[in-house]
């Protein structure tokens, strides 16, 4: 998103804040994802599963493989759960 607006994630807390977007895609692993929608890793997998979050694998071949999502999915689906509950 180049020359665009996103969200990112301090580690300390996990506020949401406004930055400057670069060229590269921010990503956050499933634990950062549930605490920023406030559910647990196993509906982030099920949010996978449904089709609403697009898991991004590292290190595909080992056991330990991490499962990222892009920062912008993570917060349109936190809008669209905003919206549908106010």
Do not use: W
């Not at 694998?57 to 919206?83: P, W």
């Amino acid at each position: 998103m180049p020359n665009g607006v996103a969200f990112t994630v301090t580690k300390s807390d996990f506020r949401a804040e406004l930055v400057e977007a670069d060229e590269r895609p921010l990503l956050y692993s499933r634990d950062q994802t549930g605490r920023l929608l406030n559910v647990s890793v196993a509906t982030v997998r099920r949010l996978e599963r449904q089709g609403l979050l697009t898991p991004i694998r590292l290190n595909k071949r080992s056991s330990t493989a991490k499962v990222f999502h892009r920062c912008n999915e993570v917060f349109a689906l936190a809008q669209t759960e905003e919206r549908r509950h106010t």
